[in-house]
């Protein structure tokens, strides 16, 4: 669902909400596999600099470091969070019901602090008829982990991590994961 706060900024960046709509219909339908042609490597897409090269671009980039710009880092969101929540992912499977991992207890004990917690408990009130603390009360760990990931309940474990809501304010506001930019 588009808020009036997405609508405003779609609009600030000239971006149409039928643009969004083809765009989430992607994300739903699936991407198509890419055809590979080989590995990346210094014949196939790979570019080595010479010496002379790299003693350029190094002269470059203390010339911009020496200027008033302000360098900033950039990690893209890029991929399925399914690697972020392997572990989760594992305990689900697992034969044991109580988490008896490091992970697994820190990620219980440390629940509330996502910035997913409130969908999170509206989806288990949805999946499996009780909130996270009267789940977790009732030693069923799982029940909140399928709720997460599973598709009946966030679907954490097969969306873009650039969907995920990621972080979480003091003031209330929660931010999904697109890309990090901060200052260097």
């Known amino acids: 669902m588009i808020t009036t706060q997405d609508k405003d900024l779609l609009a600030k960046k000239g971006i149409s909400e039928a643009q ?8 739903q339908k699936g991407f198509p596999f890419l055809k590979l042609d080989a590995a990346a490597s210094l014949e196939k897409g790979i570019l080595a600099p010479t010496e002379e090269q790299r003693n ?12 008033d710009r302000t360098i900033v880092k950039f990690v893209p969101a890029s991929g399925a969070a399914s690697r972020m929540f392997k572990d989760l992912f594992e305990f689900l499977s697992a034969d044991y019901e109580k988490p008896t991992t490091q ?12 910035a997913f917690y409130d969908d999170l408990n509206t989806a288990c009130l949805r999946t499996a008829g ?11 760990y799982k029940a909140v ?14 969306l873009p991590k650039g969907l995920l809501k990621f972080h979480k304010y003091p003031e209330g506001h929660v931010h999904r994961l697109k890309s990090i930019w901060w200052k260097v």
């Not at 350029?56 to 200027?67: H, I, K, Q």
């Not at 982990?145 to 097969?158: D, F, I, R, S, W």
Request: proline content about 2%; overall charge negative; glycine content about 8%.
């Open 20 to 27: 969004i709509a083809e765009q989430m219909a992607c994300f």
């Open 56 to 67: 350029e671009y190094l002269e470059n980039w203390d010339a911009y470091r020496n200027t």
């Open 103 to 114: 992970f697994e207890e820190a990620f219980f004990d440390g629940i509330g602090n996502f």
């Open 130 to 140: 009780n909130d996270i603390p009267a789940l977790l009360e009732e030693g069923n």
């Open 145 to 158: 982990v399928a709720a997460l990931l599973e598709t009946a309940g966030l679907n954490y474990g097969a």
